[in-house]
């Protein structure tokens, strides 16, 4: 058995122009192709990533503002309750002084809260001066941590 090795071109040496033109503008076209793709595909990807970010924020704030919402209700019980027990107390006759009905705040809800997420919904992603809805932020942050720290004693 013998072996044959051959080298130089496999087609005749009368290849015409457009041949040798043909063969690096396809593999040129293949390369920018796979590229473009690559791109669009990472673009994709980042779009979906970011729209999905965006869903979770718009869902933090419909429950951040669903869950303050609630609190109103405890909150109004409770000044009724403070009023009757002011009442008593101003009253002559001997009564039980203690408060009735005391309500619990739970605002264990709001502490799960990420506070850069709600700094990225309240501050970043909503128009309107900077400044103005940073000292609204701080106040918002203070007045959940006062209420943490009440609810706790």
Not at 70 to 94: F, G, H, M
Not at 108 to 117: F, P, Q, S
Request: a negative charge; glycine letters at 6%; hydrophobic letters at 40%.
């Amino acid at each position: 058995m013998d072996f044959i090795f051959q080298s130089g071109e496999f087609y005749g040496s009368e290849s015409s122009i457009f041949w040798n033109l043909f063969e690096p503008i396809v593999t040129l076209f293949g390369i920018l192709a796979a590229a473009l793709i690559s791109i669009y595909v990472f673009w994709k990807g980042e779009h979906l990533k970011l729209q999905a970010d965006l869903d979770r924020l718009n869902g933090i704030e419909r429950f951040t503002a669903n869950y303050i919402q609630d609190l109103s209700k405890p909150l109004s019980k409770q000044i009724d309750t403070l009023a009757e027990t002011i009442k008593k107390l101003s009253d002559t006759e001997d009564h039980d002084h203690a408060p009735q009905n005391l309500v619990n705040l739970h605002t264990k809800g709001l502490a799960w809260i990420n506070k850069g997420d709600l700094f990225r919904i309240y501050i970043e992603l909503k128009g309107g001066k900077k400044d103005e809805k940073l000292d609204l932020f701080r106040e918002f942050n203070g007045h959940c941590d006062y209420i943490d720290a009440f609810e706790k004693i």
